[in-house]
């Protein structure tokens, strides 16, 4: 029996269909760690963005600017203003256009979170309820 001869365009067919499968496989490799490495730096800046909306939520001041708040509305108007377990209840009646839409934009540059809000109209003077968290 002859021994055993290999063609050599076949040894070189199999060397090329090496090389290029082991070329594909580094592609698919490189983009794959690529993505890893995008998933990990988008879930890093979403860590980092919670933190600081926790930062922010916090808001250790918050008391003293509810304070200031309750200073701009007249006592008379005021019938209820309580700061309680990190909430606000706030109710005022007969108030003016003018000094609803202060009041309201000053809560609304606070870091609450409004759990009702009932304005009503009556005649020229308004009637707001309110409660918040943070």
């Known amino acids: ?3 055993f001869r290999l063609n050599p365009s076949w040894l070189l ?7 290029s499968g082991s070329w594909f496989f580094k592609i698919y490799e490189a983009q794959r760690l690529e993505r890893i490495e ?4 988008k879930t890093r800046q979403q860590l980092q963005e919670t933190l600081a ?3 922010l939520w916090e808001a ?3 008391e003293k600017k509810l304070e200031t708040i309750r200073r701009l509305i007249p006592p008379p108007q005021r019938k209820r203003f309580l700061t309680r377990h990190r909430s606000l209840e706030l109710q005022v009646e007969g108030m003016e ?3 609803l839409n202060r009041l309201l ?5 606070l870091p609450l979170r409004f759990q009702k809000l009932d304005i009503t109209r009556h005649n020229d ?3 707001m309820e309110c409660r918040c968290k943070w």
Not at 38 to 41: D, F, L, P
Not at 105 to 109: H, N, P, R, V, Y
């Open 1 to 3: 029996m002859p021994p």
């Open 13 to 19: 067919l199999g060397a090329l269909l090496l090389l």
């Open 60 to 62: 250790k001041g918050l």
């Open 97 to 99: 256009g003018r000094r």
């Open 105 to 109: 934009s000053k809560l609304g540059s």
């Open 38 to 41: 995008q998933e990990s730096a």
């Open 53 to 55: 909306l926790q930062k």
């Open 125 to 127: 003077r308004y009637s």
